[in-house]
């Protein structure tokens, strides 16, 4: 059974029932699971990128609105996404970005989940 908390399991259901598949994508990599991203997930969004229908600044938005999240791992993982996305999508992707005024506002970011890794 996957690690996925219920949260995640309905919110990417809410996607799947609106017919976003790039959103549910983002749902996706986005977990609360503390692990990566999963590739199969990335490379869907990378894909997605160099089609011509996609839905650039939604795509961006709903990256947006993961990090703002309350947990610090949905958080990191919609940074680590928006990374990947810049590096390995089309570059419409990137001149979005570069167009808005404003992206992750992560200055009054607070955990609380109350979770942590634990130091080696």
Known sequence: MSGQTLTDRIAAAQYQLTGS??????????????????????????SATNTTNVNIPQMADTLFERATNASWVVVFKALVTSHHMCIYGNERFIQYLASRTSLFNLSNFIDKTGSHVPRV
């Open 21 to 46: 598949d790039m959103a549910r994508a983002v749902c996706k990599a986005t977990t609360h699971e503390v692990m990566a991203p999963k590739k199969k997930h990335l490379e869907y969004l990378v």
